[in-house]
């Protein structure tokens, strides 16, 4: 029998896996990937997501605005079959997405706002 903190290392290496195929397959980016769970966000670190080409974009602010709203659209384009992804391994639903970009780590940080506690 497999005790707690086993489930929830279990479920967090699935939910990488299943998010690192999730975002290769769709925005190219498979990357070194962290996922923190905290009571109904999860948080997703992608390392590297951000292209050489991007990080010069940023340079300028309109070029990050530019990065920023492409970003936040592309998030609203993937909700829907995020959160089929998501509502398979946690059994909750997405109710949010947001993106943090962090052009000087070229990181993304994605934080997923579920309908209840994820592993309770």
Not at 6 to 18: M, N, Q
Not at 80 to 103: A, K, M, Q, S
Request: hydrophobic letters at 40%.
């Amino acid at each position: 029998m497999k005790t707690r903190g086993a489930k929830a290392r279990g479920a967090r290496g699935r939910l990488r896996r299943e998010l690192q195929e999730f975002f290769a397959n769709r925005i190219n980016s498979h990357h070194g990937m962290e996922i923190r769970i905290v009571d109904d966000l999860i948080l997703l670190r992608c390392k590297e997501a951000i292209s050489p080409s991007e990080s010069n974009l940023s340079a300028m602010k309109s070029g990050r605005l530019l990065l920023q709203e492409v970003s936040e659209r592309i998030c609203r384009e993937l909700k829907p079959d995020l959160d089929r992804v998501l509502y398979r391994i946690t059994g909750l639903h997405l109710l949010d997405i947001c993106v943090g970009l962090f052009i000087e780590r070229r990181e993304k940080v994605y934080l997923f706002t579920m309908s209840d506690t994820v592993g309770r």
